[in-house]
């Protein structure tokens, strides 16, 4: 489990018209990551960040991970925000076999076929 803070002081996105310049702001945050194994193959892994100036939680990940010897299965989730997604992936762990797999997202971005060969 780690726990860090951070400060930084940059450019807004506030521009000053008369002087002719970006204003500068001071943000601050406070990141909780950490993650664990239980069981037989189990790994879960969690991360987030809160904003002291916009008071609200910025970013949130849980990860669960689980090693079925020669298949390995994990799935994402971030529950809000801007990149509010899931995803769940199954596939075989030889190279050989990688075309063998399952993944399902929520994310626009990516693809939501499947293949099995």
Known sequence: MSLSYSIQ??????????????KMELTHNLNLNGS?????????SATTSYDFKAKKFTYTNFNVTRDLHCWTMSASFVPFGPYRSYTFHIGVNASMLADLKYDKSSAESTSKTVDWW
């Open 9 to 22: 002081y940059r450019n807004s996105s506030v521009f000053d018209y008369e002087k002719m310049y970006y």
């Open 36 to 44: 664990i194994n239980f069981g037989n193959g189990w790994k879960a």
